[in-house]
Nanobody
Framework: QVQLVESGGGLVQPGGSLRLSCAASGFSFIGYVMSWYRQAPGKERELVARITSGGGVTKYADSVKGRFTISRDNAKKSVSLQMNSLKPEDTAMYYC???????????WGQGTQVTVSS
């Protein structure tokens, strides 16, 4: 059974930090590009950050560059998103996404809520 289980969301004040984690199981993690997406109320889901299967290449949305860092641990089958200097506009549901490197197979997690508010 394929599972992507996110954790680490919550309520944080502007300027604060959170670390999201995504634990994968049920598929060959090393063969997948891992990403974090987010969706705010009334808005489309958008890519936040992506990391290649080996972890050598990362990509970030312009809005989070310099503040967020994506990383993965292939031995533990996990991907993380360190979020610093959080802003109210970062408030959204954050989703973990696994996309196979050369097929159309993909998986989504159930999401974890991040709320940035004073």
């Amino acid at each position: 059974q394929v599972q992507l289980v996110e954790s680490g969301g919550g309520l944080v004040q502007p300027g604060g930090s959170l670390r999201l984690s995504c634990a994968a199981s049920g598929f060959s993690f090393i063969g997948y590009v891992m990403s974090w997406y987010r969706q705010a109320p009334g808005k489309e889901r958008e890519l936040v950050a992506r990391i290649t299967s080996g972890g050598g290449v990362t990509k970030y949305a312009d809005s989070v560059k310099g503040r967020f860092t994506i990383s993965r641990d292939n031995a533990k089958k996990s991907v993380s998103l360190q979020m610093n200097s959080l802003k109210p506009e970062d408030t959204a549901m954050y989703y973990c996404y696994a996309g196979h490197s050369w097929t159309s197979i993909d998986y989504w997690g159930q999401g974890t809520q991040v709320t940035v508010s004073s």
